[in-house]
C-alpha cells in the first residue's frame, strides 16, 4: 500500500522592519521607506540564500515620521515537501500457532525529494545580514524502515 503527503507551497510573506527606532524615539519596531524606481526582488545574480532580497529598496525615514514599507510586502521562499510511505501486510498461520498472524514491512521516507527548504530571511534592511537566510524549515530526507508483527 502507498500512502503519503506531499505539499507545494508558496513563501509565506514578512515585513521589512528598522533594526533601530531612534528616527521615532519610540520602543515599537519602525518600518523603512520603499525607495521609488527599485525592486525589493532585483537581487544581482538573483535570489538566493546569500541575499533574498534588495536591501538598497529601502531607506531609513527621517526623523519623526512613519515609514511607508507596508505590512508582509515581502515574501519568503516557498515550501515543497513530500512524505511517503510502502507497506506490505502477510498473513499466514503455522501448525505452532492456531491464530492467523499478521506482518507489516514499512518504509517512510520524509522530505522523499531532500528539497533544501529555506526560512524566512533577515527582515532588518539596515544591518549588514539583510535578506540573507540562515535557517531551513524542516529536515533533510530522513528515512525510517520497520517491521510489526500482530498475533
Not at 524606481?37 to 532580497?53: E, K, R
Not at 506482518?103 to 539596515?126: I, K
Request: one cysteine or more; glycine letters at 8%.
Amino acid at each position: 500500500m502507498f500512502s503519503g503527503i506531499t505539499s507545494v507551497e508558496t513563501g509565506l510573506a514578512f515585513t521589512p522592519v528598522l533594526s533601530s527606532n531612534a528616527s521615532l524615539n519610540a520602543d515599537f519596531t519602525q518600518r523603512p521607506n520603499l525607495v521609488q524606481g527599485v525592486s525589493p526582488y532585483s537581487v544581482p545574480g538573483g535570489q538566493s540564500a546569500a541575499q533574498w532580497y534588495n536591501p538598497a529598496a529601502f531607506s531609513i525615514p527621517v526623523c519623526c515620521q512613519f515609514g511607508m514599507a507596508s505590512v508582509g510586502s515581502l515574501r519568503g521562499p516557498g515550501l515543497i515537501n513530500a512524505d511517503w510511505a510502502l507497506s506490505k501486510n502477510f498473513v499466514f498461520s503455522s501448525f505452532l500457532n492456531r491464530e492467523s498472524t499478521k506482518v507489516e514491512f514499512r518504509a517512510e521516507a520524509f522530505n522523499t525529494w531532500n528539497n533544501t527548504n529555506l526560512n524566512l530571511p533577515n527582515a532588518s534592511v539596515d544591518t549588514s545580514s539583510a535578506g540573507q537566510i540562515t535557517s531551513l524549515q524542516g529536515t533533510m530526507r530522513r528515512m525510517e524502515f520497520g517491521v510489526h508483527i500482530m498475533w
